[in-house]
C-alpha cells in the first residue's frame, strides 16, 4: 500500500499517526510545500516572543519520519488525477498512490487593497517564513500596523510587544477577536489589551496604502513601517476542485474524512466539517480539528474503520497575560445575567434545545473542559445539576452514576 | 495497564491525597519542608458539597483528546500514561479546554501540570493513593481495555 500525503502539518502527523495504528508497514510519502520539519504552526507567534525556539516548536519529535517510515519530499503538488491515481508535483514528476490525502491547509486572504503595491514591508502571518520575515524586520522604533484584529492578528501582536515601538490593530468589525467573542467579551479583551499599548481601530478599513502611510476609511491617517496583513484564511481547496471533486466553502467529505473522489480524502484546514452547534458543515479551522481529522482519515486510508461525526469550534488562548477559552455557537439563550466577574473575568454560558451550546471564558479558565464536554457530547441540561454546573466546572454536576463511571469507582457495596 | 481509580463511597474529603501529590511533585524529601507556608496546586483536586466527597486526576484516556489536541506536540503518551514535557508547553491552554475531567491545569510556572502516576518522582506507586487513609484511591489493573 503506497500513502501520499500532500501536506506535513498537523493534519499530516494525524493521518501518519492514524495510518501507522493500523498499518505498520505501507509506505509513506509526505509532500510538504515548506522545506521544514513538522512544526507546531500556532508557535510562530511564541517564536516572536522567545517563547520558544525553531527547535522546541517541532511538532513531533526529530526521529518523527524515520520512526513512522514516512518518506518526506519538499515540493508542491500542482495536480491530482483521480483516475490515474497520481499526483503531479511543481518539477513534473509523478507520485503514484493507492491511497491519498490532502491536508494542504489554509492560506492568507489578502483582500484588495489600493496601493498596497506602494508598501515596502509586508506580510501575512501564517507560516514560519512569515514569523522569521517579521524577526528580520522589527526593531525597537519600528511602527506596526496590524490588519485583522482576530486571533491571528492578536497573537502577532503578542508576539512583538514590546520589541517594537508601537503597535496598531485595525478591523473592519466593531471589535477584537470578532470570529470567537461576543461584544461585552470583547470590550474586556479590548481594555486589556489597550492596557499594554496596542491600539485598536474598530469598524474602520484601509481606504488606501502610500508608501508607509495608511488612510482608513473614517479619514484616519496611521504612519507605520511593517504591514502585517491578517484579515483572514482561506482553504486550500483549489486541487480536489480541478480534480472534480466537490468543495464548497472547503472540501467535502464524508465521515470517513473521504472526498467525493474514490480514495482520495482531505482533512484540516482545507476542508470542511460538521459543526454540532450549528448543524452545519463549514470549515472550522482549529488545530485539534486538524488532528482528528486526519488522523480518523489516516485510520480508514490504512483499511481501519473510525468515523468523524462532528465538532464544535473551540479556542484557547493566551494574550499578554489574560486568559480566554471559547467553546460552540452564542446562538441560545445566555444563562449568566451578569457575565462580567469582580475580579475582571468573564463567563457565559448559551443554551439551545435544552444543551450547552456555546460558552467563554475570560481569566479562570481551570477545568474548562468539562464544559467542553458536555457541550460536545450534546448532554441535555435537564440531566445535569444547572447550579453546580453554572457555579464552576465539576464533576459534582454530573449524576452519581456518571460520575461513577467516569472515575470508575466501584459501586457501592462492592 | 494499572490506573488510578476513585471511590467515592469511601472518599472522606480530608484533602490528604492533595497534600501527598503536592509533596510527591515537590523537590524537597521532607513533607513537612515542602509545604510549609506553600499553598498547594495539587495534580489531584478534591470535588464536594453536601457530604459527596471525590478526588479527580488525570484518566489517562486511551482516546486522549488533550493529546490529539495539543498545539505543541508537549503532551504525549507514553507507555500509556500520558506525560507532558515542561520544557515545551507554551500555556496555551487548550488542552484545558479539552479534558473532559477538568483533570489537566495550569502550574505555578504557566505550563500546564497532570497527574503522571508518580512515575518520575515516587518510584510508580501514587503517593495520593499510599496515603488514602480509607481506601478511596486505588491503582488498579482492571484490564479490559483497548
Known amino acids: 500500500m503506497r500513502y501520499v500525503i500532500i501536506g506535513n502539518s498537523t493534519a499530516a502527523v494525524g493521518a501518519v499517526e492514524g495510518i501507522r495504528s493500523v498499518d505498520g508497514t505501507g509506505e509513506i510519502i509526505l509532500i510538504s510545500k515548506e522545506p521544514e520539519h513538522t512544526y507546531a504552526r500556532p508557535l510562530i507567534s511564541y517564536l516572536l516572543c522567545g517563547k520558544t525556539t525553531r527547535e522546541k516548536m517541532r511538532y513531533r519529535p526529530a526521529d518523527f519520519y524515520t520512526k513512522n517510515k514516512a518518506r518526506l519530499v519538499f515540493s508542491e503538488v500542482t495536480r491530482i488525477d483521480a483516475a490515474s491515481k497520481t499526483v503531479t508535483l511543481a518539477g513534473g514528476q509523478l507520485e503514484h498512490y493507492d491511497k491519498l490525502l490532502v491536508a494542504t491547509g489554509s492560506r492568507p486572504f489578502v483582500p484588495r487593497m489600493d496601493g498596497i503595491e506602494t508598501v515596502e514591508h509586508k506580510t501575512t502571518f501564517l507560516s514560519l517564513d512569515d514569523a522569521l520575515a517579521i524577526q528580520t524586520a522589527i526593531r525597537k522604533d519600528t511602527q506596526v500596523l496590524i490588519i485583522g484584529a482576530g486571533l491571528i492578528g492578536l497573537k502577532c501582536a503578542e508576539g512583538i510587544w514590546e520589541q517594537v515601538q508601537s503597535i496598531t490593530v485595525v478591523d473592519l468589525a466593531d471589535r477584537v477577536l470578532p470570529s470567537v467573542l461576543t461584544p461585552d467579551a470583547a470590550r474586556l479583551v479590548q481594555r486589556h489589551i489597550e492596557e499594554k499599548g496596542i491600539r485598536c481601530i474598530l469598524a474602520d478599513s484601509v481606504q488606501s496604502f502610500d508608501g508607509q502611510q495608511a488612510v482608513l476609511k473614517s479619514g484616519k491617517t496611521i504612519a507605520f513601517d511593517l504591514l502585517v496583513v491578517a484579515v483572514g484564511v482561506q482553504p486550500n481547496s483549489g486541487l480536489i476542485k480541478e480534480a472534480g471533486g466537490a468543495v464548497n466553502r472547503g472540501i467535502v467529505t464524508d465521515e470517513r474524512m473521504q472526498t467525493t473522489l474514490a480514495d482520495v480524502y482531505a482533512a484540516g484546514d482545507c476542508a470542511e466539517s460538521f459543526d454540532l452547534t450549528t448543524g452545519t458543515q463549514r470549515v472550522l479551522a482549529i488545530l485539534p480539528n486538524a488532528y482528528a481529522q486526519g488522523e480518523c482519515a489516516g485510520i480508514n486510508m490504512a483499511g481501519g474503520a473510525k468515523e468523524y461525526p462532528g465538532t464544535a469550534p473551540m479556542n484557547a488562548m493566551g494574550l499578554l497575560g489574560l486568559h480566554l477559552v471559547t467553546a460552540g455557537s452564542y446562538d441560545g439563550t445566555p444563562l449568566i445575567a451578569s457575565p462580567t466577574q469582580s475580579d475582571g473575568g468573564y463567563r457565559q454560558f448559551y443554551e439551545k434545545d435544552g444543551v450547552l451550546n456555546g460558552f467563554i471564558l475570560l481569566g479562570d479558565i481551570r477545568r474548562a473542559g468539562i464544559y467542553t464536554s458536555i457541550l460536545k457530547d450534546r448532554t441535555p441540561l435537564a440531566q445535569l445539576d444547572p447550579k453546580r454546573l453554572l457555579e464552576r466546572p465539576q464533576l459534582l454536576a454530573f449524576s452519581k452514576a456518571d460520575r461513577i463511571e467516569k472515575l470508575g469507582g466501584v459501586p457501592l457495596g462492592h | 495497564?494499572?490506573?488510578?481509580?476513585?471511590?467515592?463511597?469511601?472518599?472522606?474529603?480530608?484533602?490528604?491525597?492533595?497534600?501527598?501529590?503536592?509533596?510527591?511533585?515537590?523537590?524537597?524529601?521532607?513533607?513537612?519542608?515542602?509545604?510549609?507556608?506553600?499553598?498547594?496546586?495539587?495534580?489531584?483536586?478534591?470535588?464536594?458539597?453536601?457530604?459527596?466527597?471525590?478526588?479527580?486526576?488525570?484518566?489517562?484516556?486511551?482516546?486522549?483528546?488533550?493529546?490529539?489536541?495539543?498545539?505543541?506536540?508537549?503532551?504525549?503518551?507514553?507507555?500509556?500514561?500520558?506525560?507532558?514535557?515542561?520544557?515545551?508547553?507554551?500555556?496555551?491552554?487548550?488542552?484545558?479546554?479539552?479534558?473532559?475531567?477538568?483533570?489537566?491545569?495550569?502550574?505555578?510556572?504557566?505550563?500546564?501540570?497532570?497527574?503522571?502516576?508518580?512515575?518520575?518522582?515516587?518510584?510508580?506507586?501514587?503517593?495520593?493513593?499510599?496515603?488514602?487513609?480509607?481506601?478511596?484511591i486505588v491503582f488498579e489493573e482492571r484490564g479490559a481495555e483497548a
Open chain 2, 1 to 136: 495497564m494499572k490506573r488510578i481509580y476513585v471511590n467515592e463511597a469511601w472518599c472522606l474529603g480530608c484533602h490528604l491525597c492533595e497534600y501527598y501529590c503536592a509533596f510527591a511533585n515537590s523537590p524537597c524529601d521532607d513533607m513537612v519542608k515542602a509545604l510549609k507556608g506553600v499553598s498547594i496546586n495539587p495534580r489531584i483536586q478534591v470535588e464536594g458539597g453536601e457530604g459527596i466527597h471525590f478526588a479527580v486526576s488525570c484518566r489517562h484516556c486511551e482516546e486522549p483528546l488533550c493529546v490529539k489536541g495539543c498545539i505543541t506536540g508537549s503532551l504525549r503518551v507514553k507507555d500509556g500514561r500520558i506525560v507532558v514535557d515542561p520544557e515545551r508547553c507554551v500555556g496555551c491552554y487548550t488542552c484545558v479546554l479539552s479534558c473532559p475531567f477538568g483533570a489537566i491545569m495550569p502550574s505555578d510556572t504557566g505550563v500546564v501540570q497532570k497527574c503522571e502516576l508518580c512515575v518520575d518522582n515516587a518510584g510508580g506507586e501514587p503517593l495520593c493513593v499510599r496515603h488514602c487513609p480509607n481506601g478511596a
